[in-house]
């Protein structure tokens, strides 16, 4: 699976983006989706996942009810709606997918290239 990020951008605090990554290659449908990022100087931490199916999501503690991960099988396209964002949500933001991870980056099988995500105080 080839993922391509795109939306990141430079913000002020308070405001809302949409990280949209694009699949190609094997099947889109049998994976499980998930957000990552990475601040500078920190581990690459887990944001947000869906099921293969779309049925169940997962977010962190720090996103939850600010971020919304969703995806389009059809179209082999995964989402993350950003609202309220925050200074400390500055980081690059990785889409994964994974046959069976959900939360945890070493169980993510292909990962793209990260777009970053920049808020101002």
């Known amino acids: 699976v080839q993922l391509q990020a795109s939306g990141g951008g430079l913000v002020q605090a308070g405001s809302s983006l949409r990280l949209s990554c694009a699949a190609s290659?094997?099947?889109?449908?049998?994976?499980?989706m998930g957000w990552f990022r990475q601040a500078p100087g920190k581990e690459r931490e887990f944001v947000a996942a869906v099921s293969w199916s779309g049925g169940s999501t997962y977010y962190t503690d720090s996103v939850k009810g600010r971020f919304t991960i969703s995806r389009d099988n059809a179209e082999s396209m995964v989402y993350l709606e950003m609202n309220s964002l925050k200074p400390e949500d500055t980081a690059v933001y990785y889409c994964?997918?994974?046959?069976?991870?959900?939360?945890?980056?070493?169980?993510?099988?292909?990962w793209g290239q990260g777009t970053l995500v920049t808020v101002s105080s």
């Open positions: 994964a997918a994974a046959v069976s991870g959900l939360k945890l980056p070493d169980t993510y099988d292909y």
């Open positions: 290659g094997r099947t889109f449908s049998r994976y499980n």
